[in-house]
């Protein structure tokens, strides 16, 4: 991290407002969709952050217990600090068909914004090309970029910086492109001048994406209780998946995008043109018997820069299997299954064991649920 200089010059309010101004322009040439600048003032979140804590919604997440005093002071997370470059980079590629393969069981379903690389180097790398190119114009020698990389409460100040609101699924919804974006932060000792925060909530008395998620995981508005939520079970967790939520969880391996295409205003989603977002290893369209006789060589070529990684093979094989149990089975899933009967891992094998026991105990006329609501259909990307 670049170190504070005393020689950073001081600017007149004026210089400041134009300097802001091309920074923006910066970030749009860099990439980014949007950008917006904050003060570091997220006292006000604590009482609600701790709440949620108390009620043991995060998990096994210990880590967002951890470093209090830097999620509600972050200008102690670097020193010199005075506002916050918030940027959002949208990720939906192009040409996927998210509804289509929730609909078909024997297809696996991994979040769309994990199918291409991973977008931690890609936003942290542009976020760096600003710092420098700040430091280059103004002198500044005190920055530093994060991409869901350190405690700092990103929603909230995405909000104050202007990007959008919060909504009932916890996400930052903007009117313009929805949710289905990334976001990040530059930290900086300029004294920049403070965009409007988005004081607007514009989801009126719609719960689509409450009244959608397959795991019933939120538990009221703008509360997410994740030790139900699909991407909690499939990514963070690392113990076995609680059995009454297996059967929940359809099709969907990697994360879980229902709340989001549910929500009306991701008829405003925009595809990215970043080729590093657009699906690799055909990951979009793959049928889940094939995922799941992956050797653990296969696992990490085919997942080398990908967010995939951080579920682990061991992970990898149980989502899937648990996916294969709440498929349409047949030959082919059933042989998929029976190689994996006597894998080394217990967790594996349970899975495996349940997965069998689930399509051997399903009616055969029993019809697989499209766990998706059918107004998304009318929703085009």
């Not at 300097?19 to 980014?32: N, S, V």
């Not at 990697?254 to 699906?279: K, S």
Request: overall charge negative; hydrophobic content about 35%; some cysteine.
């Amino acid at each position: 991290m670049p170190g504070k200089s005393e020689s950073t010059p001081v600017y007149s309010t004026e210089q400041l407002a134009e300097l802001a101004t091309r920074i923006k322009a910066w970030a749009l040439e860099l990439g980014f969709q949007q950008c917006g600048i904050t003060d570091l003032n997220t006292a006000g979140e604590q009482a609600h952050y701790e709440q949620w804590l108390a009620q043991q919604y995060h998990g096994e997440m210990e880590y967002l217990q951890n470093n209090s005093e830097l999620r509600f002071d972050p200008a102690r997370l670097v020193p010199g600090s005075q506002r916050l470059i918030c940027v959002r980079m949208d990720y939906l590629p192009e040409k996927t068909e998210p509804v289509d393969t929730l609909g078909n069981p024997d297809q696996a379903y991994i979040a769309r914004y994990t199918l291409g690389r991973d977008y931690h180097k890609l936003i942290r790398k542009r976020l760096t090309h600003l710092g420098q190119k700040i430091q280059a114009e103004t002198g500044s020698q005190t920055w530093r970029g994060f991409v869901d990389s350190a405690p700092i409460l990103e929603r909230p100040l995405a909000q104050r910086a202007g990007l959008g609101w919060q909504g009932k699924h916890t996400l930052i919804l903007n009117r313009h492109a929805g949710s289905l974006f990334f976001l990040g932060e530059l930290f900086t000792d300029l004294p920049l001048p403070i965009d409007l925060p988005y004081t607007q909530n514009h989801c009126g008395e719609c719960t689509a994406c409450m009244d959608v998620c397959p795991t019933a995981a939120f538990p009221e508005p703008y509360v997410l209780d994740a030790r139900r939520c699909i991407s909690y079970l499939t990514i963070e967790l690392k113990g076995a998946i609680p059995e009454e939520l297996r059967p929940l969880m359809g099709n969907r391996i990697f994360g879980c995008d229902d709340c989001q295409l549910i929500c009306p205003w991701n008829r405003f989603a925009r595809p990215t043109a970043e080729p590093d977002f657009q699906p690799r290893h055909k990951l979009d369209d793959s049928a889940l018997a094939e995922l799941f006789l992956w050797d653990e060589e296969t696992f990490l070529k085919r997942t080398e820069g990908s967010a995939i990684r951080r579920t682990g093979f061991e992970g990898w094989l149980r989502n899937i299997a648990v996916a294969l149990g709440n498929s349409r089975g047949g030959e082919t899933v059933l042989h998929a299954l029976q190689q994996r009967v006597n894998h080394p891992s217990a967790l594996v094998r349970e899975h495996v064991n349940w997965a069998l026991t689930h399509l051997n105990d399903k009616p055969a006329t029993e019809a697989v649920p499209l766990l998706i609501h059918p107004r998304k259909a009318k929703l085009k990307f």
